[in-house]
Nanobody, 120 residues
């Protein structure tokens, strides 16, 4: 079964940090760009960050630049999102997704999401 599984979410205070993981099973992430998305209650899903298949190119939403860092370890078939200086507006369900090409291609596989809650 091909799937992505996110982990690492939780409750953290303003200014805190979390590291999300996105692990693949049933397929290798080597040839996929991986994106992180989030959806807050009552809001549309938004793109947070993306990393190319090689890891050589990364992109970030303006709202998280300088605070979030995306990385990948293809040997572990896992992508990470390090989130620092968290704010209440970062509260959302975070999803990872895999695109068989670039960050701007259609995402074929999605995880089930992990909740991130930042308290003030």
């Amino acid at each position: 079964q091909l799937q992505l599984v996110e982990s690492g979410g939780g409750l953290v205070q303003l200014g805190g940090s979390l590291r999300l993981s996105c692990a693949a099973s049933g397929f290798t992430l080597d040839y996929y760009a991986i994106g992180w998305f989030r959806q807050a209650p009552g809001k549309e899903r938004e793109g947070v960050s993306c990393i190319s298949s090689s890891g050589g190119s990364t992109n970030y939403a303006d709202s998280v630049k300088g605070r979030f860092t995306i990385s990948r370890d293809n040997a572990k078939n896992t992508v990470y999102l390090q989130m620092n200086s968290l704010k209440p507006e970062d509260t959302a369900v975070y999803y990872c997704a895999a695109a068989p090409g670039t960050c701007w291609d259609e995402y074929d596989y999605w995880g089930q999401g992990t909740q991130v809650t930042v308290s003030s």
